[in-house]
């Protein structure tokens, strides 16, 4: 009898408790085949981990789109294995727990609630990491998913130069890590209601380069369909670190770090990046680039034949109105810039030197003289006429966390809101703990880079602290933000009818108003106003839209 159940469940494809020892484990069947997850000790939820969604291409044609899914005749037991894709060795450490790389990386892992229900809503967590580091369950969701009824799916993508060179030809025409972001989704919209989800009701999520991702894949027409509303936290379509400026000099500037000296020859170049092992080209360091670039992330693609995930600037789609609009909950952390205060001590001599080295990549001028000009008025504006110090690091933390985060983030909003979006509804996450400020710069008492996340999520900033040995502020902020995210994943809206919380309208396109989201909950006018209207000028007159790699020249045979 029981393994009759057992088949029965399998054909039908659906989720099944097993009676016994069974009782620990789940079996869905799949459209690759029957799979195994298996209960989590601690937050008695399913777990499903390491599940192929698609395959990367190896050998030379690793930086094209992915390939489909694996599949099996035997159940396969969907346990974590540690695999990540390939990123610099130096931020494995990190992670406290082994991790195996390897070119075939494309997992999800689908974490379930136990219960009977059907059509639960569904959240695709994107992680980040700066397009070059990190994997799906870098912060994990099980509480989310055990208080708040709803399915959580991560997943990892290819990062740095294998998801993300970008030379517009047929082997590496860019944007490989998105395209397997959308193979993530539309791999969920074929799969998850084998799980009890409801695959008309996805809601994108993602936390810095995941949060640009939720907020690109708006725009591509590939995803369209593919997910019902967005949480993008603390990243945005429209920042300077999301595209590259010029992709082609990227790639040659790369490969001289690598040794590689031919760069000016284009299909050597191509040559070199197909025939490299994947050992070498992620072995460089990439996040202390003073024009706040990250290397290699998204491109604006040139038509190679293929599907293009981007066919042109964000700014352009945003204005254009043409892309996918559905309700956003948008925001991020009041003092993002903490993100750079471990190089302070680094550069603030040679900010105070040179600042326009430090000025964002898409600012472009007619010479150096007035290049000089703007960053004198810049640095002006953030230190007044104070020397860079630790006296002044306020003025260093909110430049980087306006030219970062802030400003591209309320730049993408106000082209949404004019484009016809009237469901944005923005926030501004403040909450501290004593144990979150600096030890060296008392004075700056801010949320850091995607606190607000970690809010959402499992565990806290704190290494080896779990969610036990929390203070009742946080553990109280904690259940507020996960209300309003699971309503929002509910329902469209962080504050629907009939919640206890403060009104929450969506904003206009001056970021009026926002939600700040700190000890309380307090419905506030227009976010960064000064700011906001300092840097408008600035990018009025002297924006640089990203580029698409030029058309590679003819080939010898071909003159």
């Known amino acids: 009898m029981r393994r009759l159940l057992l088949c029965v469940c399998l054909v039908a494809g659906v989720v099944c408790d097993q009676t016994s020892d069974e009782a620990e484990s789940r079996i869905v069947r799949i459209s690759q085949g029957s799979i195994r997850g298996f209960r989590d000790p601690e937050e008695d939820i399913f777990i499903f981990y390491g599940v192929p969604y698609a395959r990367a291409p190896t050998g030379p044609n690793k930086f094209k789109a992915p390939l489909p899914a694996p599949i099996w005749l035997e159940t396969l037991d969907a346990v974590d294995k540690g695999i990540i894709c390939h990123q610099p060795k130096e931020f494995i450490g990190t992670y406290g727990i082994e991790k195996i790389m390897q070119e075939d990386c494309l997992i999800a892992n689908i974490y379930v609630p136990k219960t009977n229900n059907k059509n639960i809503p569904v959240v695709v967590y994107v992680h980040g990491g700066a397009f070059h580091v990190g994997y799906g369950d870098l912060v994990t969701p099980k509480k989310l998913v055990k208080t708040k009824d709803v399915i959580v799916v991560t997943f990892n993508y290819r990062l740095g130069v294998q998801g993300f060179l970008c030379l517009g030809t047929e082997y590496a025409p860019g944007n490989a890590g998105m395209k397997d972001q959308v193979a993530l989704l539309r791999w969920v919209k074929k799969n998850i209601g084998s799980f009890g989800g409801n695959p008309d009701d996805v809601t994108i999520a993602g936390y810095s380069a995941g949060s640009a991702s939720v907020d690109l894949l708006l725009l591509s027409p590939l995803a369209k369909g593919l997910f019902t509303k967005a949480i993008p936290e603390s990243g945005s379509n429209t920042a300077v670190w999301s595209l590259q400026q010029d992709p082609l000099q990227n790639a040659k500037d790369y490969a001289k770090l690598l040794n590689f000296t031919n760069v000016e020859d284009f299909y050597a170049l191509e040559e070199f990046y197909k025939t490299v092992p994947y050992e070498i080209i992620a072995s460089k360091p990439f996040l202390d680039v003073p024009d706040s670039t990250f290397g290699f992330t998204l491109c604006v693609e040139r038509d190679t034949g293929e599907e293009k995930f981007l066919d042109d600037t964000p700014v352009n789609i945003l204005k254009n109105g043409k892309y996918n609009k559905v309700p956003l909950l948008y925001g991020f952390a009041n003092m993002e810039g903490l993100f750079r205060l471990p190089l302070f001590e680094l550069w603030k001599d040679r900010i105070n030197e040179k600042f326009s080295d430090f000025l964002p990549a898409d600012l472009q001028f007619e010479n150096e003289n007035q290049k000089d000009e703007v960053a004198e008025q810049i640095k002006k504006f953030y230190f007044k006429d104070s020397p860079i110090s630790s006296d002044t690091v306020t003025g260093y933390v909110d430049y980087f966390t306006d030219i970062l985060f802030a400003y591209p983030a ?117 976010l960064l106003e000064e700011r906001i209207r300092f840097w408008d000028a600035i990018y009025e007159q002297y924006y640089r839209p990203p580029a698409a790699p030029p058309a590679p020249p003819a080939k010898h045979s071909e003159l």
């Open 410 to 526: 309320l730049r993408s909003i106000k082209l949404q809101v004019e484009a016809g979006n009237d469901k944005i509804y923005l926030y501004e996450y403040s909450f501290i703990e004593e144990v979150n400020v600096p030890e060296q710069y008392p004075s700056l008492r801010g949320a850091n880079h995607c606190s607000q996340t970690m809010a959402v999520l499992d565990g806290t900033f704190i290494a080896g602290r779990d969610e036990k040995n929390i203070s009742d502020d946080l553990r109280k902020v904690k259940a507020t933000v996960r209300d309003l995210w699971s309503n929002f994943i509910k329902t469209g809206n962080p504050v629907p009818e009939g919640s206890s919380y403060p009104a929450w309208p969506p904003t206009n396109a001056n970021g009026f108003p926002y939600m700040e989201i700190g000890r309380e909950l307090q419905l506030r006018g227009t």
